[in-house]
């Protein structure tokens, strides 16, 4: 028998309506490329978007249509996402951080008909307009005062397009199972494979967002999503921001520390989302400048793992509440989040930072388990590691234009991490797969090694490596950033260490840097780094 409910389509478009009716004036402060902070409300924004909407039907934008972005946070960009999904196009977000080959092989495999382009990203297009002869034309996110001269062909100016047009066009009823955006993982190995959302996953992810048990967006909230838009959509914070009526604040190109601090004082922002580097940048320039951000409560660390350092600073320093989550674009992204429970609540801060060193528990939606080699489940004890894999309604279950199957047995997805998951349903990630550390036939994780290495105060940023050994196969190699003005020596990192990690675990040595390799998404590239130490010879091999 079926229900008798109503079969309301889950579409991107009701968010942004929504918004502006319940919120019409709730704000989305932007810094803007050009310079000045910009302001506008729910109300504005929904009325731009369908003006947008009217724009891209008379450039002959159609259902399916792939409209790319290289753009930064801002008000602009914002409006994309919502006039592109809502006329049933699909938003591509492209990261221009990438290399010019990665970014030439995206645009054309995605095939997009158009791209809308920030003034910082205007020379990076010119250099590789003849490579992408696909693209029709490219809108600059600028109005006419701003309008470079550009060798760009079929160049537009996006304030004279949307100044020509009304805010009357109707969103379609699309199916809920259309395809809305676009995002490429950035693939360390092999090509870069995209990830198409739908309206439907899209909307389930956003008010899993909105749980007070995950991000906990409400229309209290006053959020500055520090993560990217072209990183797998800023974690769903654009999205989930609308459906919950909270304020949006969009940092533009300026994502370093003093910028960032700037924006949190001046609109009392209290949720902030973000990878560590920016954390990194962030609470060096609060040190070194004896500032504080009390405005803010909780601070969202994903992406990479959170180190206790960078825990401790937050909820010790700066009295706000880290919230460390694990997802990839895959998972669109949001999987685990490590808020923590009232059972909790009585243990020393120093179990409690323990805790929310792990990667957290599988929110409502998405399915975890791991697996050994053979593909046999592992058990939920805390101690056995093994792949991660995940299931759900706004997991991929298959790349765009990509033959083949992805998914397992029992249409498992494999992340490529590897995992522990406890009885209380915490899953810590010790590594992914490629980059685990296999010394006499045991794993060790790099990321544990890490996150007590960079405890040190001397340290700004380490990263371990497996390095090739006649005997064990492969022993950790140290590498280490010392934090500004420190000059740490081998052995004081080591013996640090010394009680912290289990004896084989120990590095077999250390090298100093300047700085370690980034990859487009802020993380350490240990495929960088194995490369660059390809030669390395170990003092006990
Ligand atoms: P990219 O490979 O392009 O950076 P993603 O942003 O999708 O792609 O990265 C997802 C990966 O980031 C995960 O598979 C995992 O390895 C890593 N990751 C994400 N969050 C965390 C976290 N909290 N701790 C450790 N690793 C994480």
Same mark, same amino acid.
């Given at each position: 028998m079926r229900g008798l409910m109503m079969d309301t389509p889950l579409l991107i478009s009701s968010l942004i309506e929504y918004a502006a009716l319940y919120h019409a004036g709730t704000e989305i402060v932007s810094r803007t490329v050009e310079g000045p902070i910009h302001r506008t409300t729910y109300l504005d924004a929904r009325n731009r978007s369908k003006q947008l909407a009217g724009v891209l039907q008379r450039l002959g934008v159609e259902p399916g249509d792939r409209v790319g972005t290289l753009a930064w946070n801002g008000y602009r960009h914002f409006e994309i996402y919502y006039a592109v999904s809502g006329m049933g196009a699909v938003c591509h977000t492209i990261n @221009?951080? =990438?290399?010019a080959e990665q970014l030439v092989y995206i645009i054309n495999h995605a095939e997009d008909a158009y791209l809308f382009v920030d003034l910082t990203f205007v020379p990076l297009l010119e250099s590789i307009q003849e490579q992408i002869p696909g693209v029709r034309g490219y809108v600059v996110m600028t109005d006419a005062e701003h309008m470079p001269e550009t060798s760009l062909p079929n160049a537009l100016c996006y304030e004279e397009l949307m100044a020509r047009e009304s805010a009357d066009f109707d969103w379609p009823a699309l199916d809920e199972n259309t395809a809305s955006s676009l995002c490429y993982t950035s693939g360390t190995t092999g090509h870069p494979k995209g990830a198409l959302f739908s309206h439907r996953s899209t909307v389930l992810h956003s008010y899993s967002a909105c749980s007070l048990d995950t991000l906990g967006v409400c229309s209290r909230t006053i959020v =500055? %999503? *520090? !993560? @990217?838009?072209f990183h797998a959509n800023a974690w769903g914070l654009p999205y989930a921001a609308a459906l919950a009526g909270a304020k949006l604040v969009m940092p533009g190109a300026r994502l370093d520390g003093e910028g960032i601090h700037q924006l949190v004082e001046a609109e009392e922002v209290d949720l902030l989302a973000g990878v560590p580097t920016v954390w990194l940048m962030l609470l060096g320039y609060l040190e070194q400048n004896g500032k504080t951000i009390d405005s803010v409560e909780k601070v969202v660390i994903g992406g990479a793992a959170a180190p206790r350092s960078m825990i401790e600073a937050f909820q010790q320093r700066h009295g706000a509440t880290v919230i460390h989550a694990w997802g990839m674009t895959e998972t669109s992204p949001i999987g685990t989040i490590g808020t923590l429970k009232r059972q909790h609540d009585g243990l020393p801060e120093e179990e409690r930072v323990t805790l929310q060193l792990k990667q957290g528990r599988g929110v409502y939606g998405i399915e975890l388990r791991i697996v050994d080699d053979e593909g046999n489940e592992l058990p939920r004890d805390g101690v056995a590691f093994g792949e991660l894999q995940v299931r759900g309604p706004w997991v991929v279950r298959s790349y765009f234009r990509h033959d083949g199957e992805i998914l397992g047995d029992e249409g498992w997805f494999s992340t490529g991490d590897v995992a522990t998951l406890s009885p209380d349903g915490f899953m810590q990630i010790t590594d992914r797969s490629k980059d685990v550390i296999k010394s006499g036939g045991e794993w060790i994780s790099s990321i544990d090694l890490e996150n007590e290495v960079v405890?040190? @105060?001397? !340290?700004a940023e380490a990263a371990v490596i497996g390095i090739a050994h006649p005997k064990w196969d492969e022993r950790p190699l140290l590498v280490v950033v010392p934090a500004e003005g420190a000059a740490p020596e081998r052995d004081e990192i080591l013996s640090h260490l010394e009680g912290r990690i *289990?004896? &084989? &675990?120990? %590095?077999d040595d250390v090298v100093f840097v300047d700085e370690l390799p980034h990859t487009a998404t802020g993380k350490i590239s240990k495929l960088t780094l194995r490369e660059q130490f390809s030669d390395y010879q170990l003092p006990t091999a």
């Open positions: @221009p951080r =990438l290399f =500055l %999503p *520090v !993560v @990217p838009m405890s040190h @105060p001397s !340290v *289990v004896k &084989w &675990w120990m %590095p």
